[in-house]
């Protein structure tokens, strides 16, 4: 009986948009869920500091390698604020990364396609931050206070981030022949990706239903691709790139734009761990933290050391 | 051109120079780092070293009728003027922390003496970049301290990087013919007075980190001159890539 009135409170609390803080009741499945919800962003921050991070060594001007590495720094410091949020629900970052090392926790799929060219910093920077940010803009307002509140200063960033990207497919638009068919090549091959980062349609989305009731989610994965889509092809035709989508036709009737079939199946092979670029990212991610093992460790001895007086 | 702006010229070079190459190596950790804070921690040093570096590099481009990419992108290996420990290989944690330590304890007296330069243009700059200097010491120190007095291993590790960069620590000091000129028109610092605050520095914090100060030995040279080590073309390689690939581009 008590559980029940528990949860009664509990959702009548989330029905009044009132935040949920980390010492205030929850079910056990709402912390599961923003813990699983949480660390999969978190670790999407920092396994996507990657195939950014490949082409800071190099990035074809001063300006754009400063600009390229202040941006990856942002997603460390995205990564740091969500871990954070994910340990006031009762777990440790240890045991978070653990669960990304061991392959029992996910990243954004979107991470597994490599970055092949200068034009693909543009790409990543206006589709995948761009979409990135059409999911999170909701999550500033989720019901757990601790992420809401990590998301307001993330989306702050994001924003900026996209219009960078845009800014060197813009300039690359403005280029040579060469520089127009390597941004043209970059939307070709991030479209799609993107457009699947919004998650399976609503029919087959598993976790859906229930975060929107604890309004954890605010928008459908659909509502939210469609959305991304409206907004994203007019900046295309504004640079004069083409969306490689055969489909793709504005609808009158729904003041929206139409378009093609998602390829599902690249999409869960993906996820299953069958992208170009999965096994890959996961070994960087693991050698860096076993490589820093002796480092940390360095760390903990000295602060105790510290700590127990044996060091003035 | 007469050959008092040629060694301003070489000597600007050298400080950018050396700035960038520290800062192109300390971005390669980017995404690699031991843990998330001293990630963020690497790439906002190498952050601070390329924004030096531009700072210089569009100060020669205005005496030079060159822009700061041309310089950064369009010389060769036996014009860039960095100390040979910029351009060595991140190795582990233990070289990096070593070879950063090392180095800002020299700019960080170097460039407190050249705000007083007679360059205002080189004052300005030395301003800013002083204060960014007095974090990456401590930062550098810090560490150096962690990993001497930590563990076993970490102890074993940071005495190795520290005595192995320690034969291009001589190069800092033994100066080329354009900062003896410089030094005559009162632009550059005087490298006599630097050395012992370097001594000073790297003597309290190696005995403070339970290290050991590594024996005299022979120290390695070039750099200044554009003598440099084998990393130094694979750096350059990947660095110019863009702007070799595809000339004269505005990206």
């Known amino acids: 009986m008590l559980r029940i009135d528990l949860e009664g409170h509990f959702q009548e609390k989330i029905d009044r948009e009132e935040r949920i803080e980390a010492k205030d009741w929850m079910p056990e499945a709402y912390r599961k869920t923003l813990i699983r919800q949480i660390s999969q962003h978190a670790h999407s921050e920092i396994v996507g500091m990657l195939p950014e991070g490949n082409w800071i060594s190099r990035a074809p001007s001063l300006k754009r390698k400063a600009i390229l590495l202040a941006k990856i720094q942002d997603e460390a410091g995205h990564g740091l604020y ?87 497919m813009l300039t690359l638009s403005r280029g040579s022949t060469v520089q127009k068919n390597m941004a043209q090549d970059a939307l070709n091959r991030w479209w799609w990706p993107s457009i699947m980062m919004f998650g399976p349609n609503d029919s087959d989305s598993t976790h859906s239903a229930q975060s929107i009731k604890w309004k954890i989610k605010r928008f459908s994965n659909d509502e939210l691709r469609q959305r991304f889509i409206d907004m994203t092809v007019p900046q295309a035709e504004l640079i004069g790139l083409k969306i490689p989508d055969p489909d793709l036709k504005w609808n009158e009737e729904r003041k929206s734009y139409d378009f093609g079939k998602i390829n599902w199946d690249e999409f869960w092979n993906v996820v299953k761990g069958n992208g170009p670029c999965n096994k890959q990212r996961l070994r960087d991610r693991v050698k860096a933290h076993e490589d820093g093992a002796w480092v940390r460790d360095a760390a903990v001895a000295y602060a105790e050391k510290k700590r127990s007086g044996r060091v003035n | 051109m007469n050959i008092h702006s040629q060694h301003k010229i070489d000597y600007l070079l050298y400080l950018a120079d050396t700035a960038l190459i520290l800062g192109q190596r300390l971005g390669e950790w980017c995404g690699h780092g031991p843990v998330l804070e001293q990630d963020i921690a690497m790439t906002n040093i190498s952050l601070d070293y390329i924004g030096r570096s531009r700072l210089l590099y569009q100060y020669i481009a205005t005496l030079t009728e060159s822009d700061e990419d041309r310089l950064a992108f369009l010389r060769d290996e036996r014009e860039f003027k960095n100390v040979l420990l910029a351009e060595h290989p991140n190795v582990d944690f233990a070289y990096t922390v070593a070879r950063q330590f090392l180095l800002e304890a020299f ?22 970049t002083v204060k960014e200097t007095a974090y990456h010491l401590k930062w550098s120190a810090e560490w150096m301290i962690r990993l001497g007095d930590g563990t076993e291993i970490s102890h074993q590790k940071i005495q190795t990087a520290l005595n192995e960069l320690w034969s291009f620590t001589g190069e800092l000091f033994d100066p080329a013919d354009y900062e003896t000129f410089m030094l005559q028109e009162s632009i550059a610092p005087d490298l006599n007075s630097i050395n012992k605050s370097w001594k000073e520095k790297v003597q309290q914090v190696i005995s403070e980190a339970t290290l050991t100060m590594p024996e005299n030995q022979w120290m390695q040279s070039g750099g200044k001159q554009g003598i440099h080590t084998e990393a130094m073309g694979f750096i350059l390689t990947e660095m110019q890539y863009m702007q070799r690939s595809y000339p004269g581009l505005t990206w």
């Open chain 1, 82 to 168: 969500l871990y954070s949020a994910c340990e006031t629900l009762g777990i440790d970052r240890d045991e978070l990364l653990n669960e990304l090392h061991t392959g029992k926790a996910k990243y954004s799929s979107i991470f597994n396609y490599p970055a092949l060219t200068w034009a693909d910093m543009g790409a990543i920077g206006w589709l995948v931050d761009g979409a990135a940010i059409m999911n999170q803009i909701p999550l500033c307002r989720t019901s757990y206070g601790p992420y809401s509140r990590a998301m307001i200063r993330i989306c702050k960033e994001e924003s900026f981030h996209q219009r960078q990207g845009y800014e060197i």
């Open chain 2, 107 to 128: 700019h960080f007296p170097y460039y407190s003496e050249l705000k007083n330069s007679s360059d205002l243009q080189l004052a300005a700059i030395a301003e800013k």
